[in-house]
């Protein structure tokens, strides 16, 4: 390094890293950059694992999307795999770096330094927990691989979205699959009633879910749980999410926040101003609740900030944005989408807001192929801002939650989502587009127009409101909410006088037919809402 050329030294060589150094070329062919990277590969698809795992993506050769030779010759950049930085001397701008195939150590300097060191899985505390595999990077997908056995039993330890990825691709290699999650439900960035529905399409699928249960121990073929139960354990994944390796900063005295993740300004500079901090172990700024910093470990984000950074060394104009948290998980065949807040933080923070739930098909119904989905929607319910949405379904699930988090980074309102222009055609959606309808309910309510949800509905009925079912008979026979009365909505006019004087509550099978009926009741002074969701977020929340 000359007196005139900058050095920059990224610590970590795959999503957030990678970006940084190539954009730092791109910015500034004079600089030299230097990519420390403790493994064995860089810039490999990390996402990609579990597919590879259950064969989706055959080729091993295919994660590989650059090496440190095709890296040096496309960008001039120079990457050193199994290099660990394991100091960094602030006062002297040095890393010491162990190169961890000859055990020799380094000093070297940097002009600025770059922690994108990622993180790592999270591995509990019990007896036993060595024989448990991970999958952080193709060393760990190697291990898996090389102790499947056809038929033979697997346990994943978490219900999260990597949980339930690899729960689908054991599954298609012939293996019998359990999840054991601690929380109540899979799933948990997802609300009950939204993630009960892909609890069952896992079952239909042969994969046994514990949840509410955690594991205390894991023997040469088994795992005792907390409830006194053990399941039988051939193969054991913890799952169970990621904690920032945050363990270098630290160390070099730079702030970390409570959750271990660095803490970094709106440029992704530490309190260290030389130092900068991108990826999985860099907090976040949350996007909806107060500028509180969260953990986001999203690809997507990673590489984001990882430009972004590069751009910040090179003085051009450049600031984080607040992280949504959009994320998408299939899971045989199953899309499962979600974006901001969920329902739980919202109420545990006390914020006031609305839902809404809808129950659409992914295109035109008379369209051949049609899906279904459900979508749910958080509003605030002072300004009409959109707080989070979920969707679960099939094809245009991902498409309908990528509109929302984009109309959310615009800062459009619930109600503007009825005005999107968006594309149609019979195939791929419907005139009125599942975001439309969405929009439009929202105008409704902030209207006035009255809704209740899955979880009041029983204390309602408690309470002395009368039910009212207004589907027909038929589908009222197949299934009903205890203590409803049945006056299908095209009978409703000659059957008003049925219904008790006291508060009305109607039903049907998603909420559509139920708004004609609470409308129809009001204009006529009845005190009425309609059960948001109908009977299908009823049964999917109380399941």
Known sequence: MTATTRRTVIVGGVAAGMSAATRLR???????????ERGDHVSFANCGLPYHVGGVIPDRADLLLQTPDTLAARFRLDVRVRHEVIAIDRANRTVTALDLYTDQRSEIGYDELVLATGAAPVRPSIPGIERAH??????????????????????????????????????????????VELADQILPPLDPEMAAPVAEHLRRHGVRIRTGVSAQAITADAISLSDGSTIRADLVIAAIGVRPESG?????????????????????????????????????????HGGASSLVPLANTANRHGRLVADVICGRPAHARPALGTAVVGVFGLTVATTGSNEKRLRATGQ???????????????????????????????????????????????????????????????????????????????AKDPVNMLG???????????????????????????????????????????????????????????????????????????????RLLSQIG??????????????????
């Open 352 to 430: 006031r807001y609305r839902v809404i739930h809808s129950h659409p098909a992914n295109h035109a119904g008379y369209y051949p192929g049609a899906e279904p989905m459900s979508l749910k929607l958080l509003i605030d319910a002072d300004t009409d801002a959109i707080l989070g949405a979920q969707g679960v379904g099939g094809d245009g699930v991902d498409k309908r939650i990528d509109v929302i988090a984009t109309a959310m980074r615009g800062k459009l309102t619930a109600t503007d989502l009825a005005d999107l222009e968006l594309a149609y055609a019979p195939q791929f959606g419907s």
């Open 134 to 179: 991970t999958l952080r990077d193709l060393a760990d997908m190697d291990g898996i691989l090389a102790v499947i056995r056809s038929a033979s039993p697997a346990v994943i330890l978490g219900g999260g979205f990597i949980g339930l990825e690899l729960a689908e691709n054991l599954t298609h290699r012939g293996v019998d699959v359990a999840i």
């Open 26 to 36: 791109r910015n500034d062919e004079t600089r030299e950059i230097l990519v420390l």
């Open 440 to 518: 439009m309910v929202a105008d409704n309510l902030a209207a006035g127009e009255r809704t209740v949800q899955w979880h009041e509905v029983e204390r309602l009925v408690e309470d002395g409101a009368t039910l009212v079912d207004v589907r027909t008979p038929a589908e009222f026979a197949d299934g009903a909410i205890p203590k409803a009365v049945n006056i299908p909505l095209d009978e409703l006019r000659a059957r008003e006088g049925e219904i008790p004087s006291s508060r009305v509550i109607v039903t049907c099978a998603v909420g559509q037919r139920g708004h004609s009926a609470a």
């Open 526 to 543: 009845r005190d009425v809402a309609n059960l948001d969701g109908g009977y299908r977020t009823w049964a999917a929340g109380t399941s």
């Open 248 to 288: 270098l900063a630290e160390r070099a005295g730079l702030a970390v926040g409570p959750r271990g993740g660095v803490r970094v300004d709106g440029h992704q500079r530490t309190s260290d101003p030389h130092i900068f901090a991108v990826g999985d172990v860099a907090e976040k700024i949350d996007a909806l």
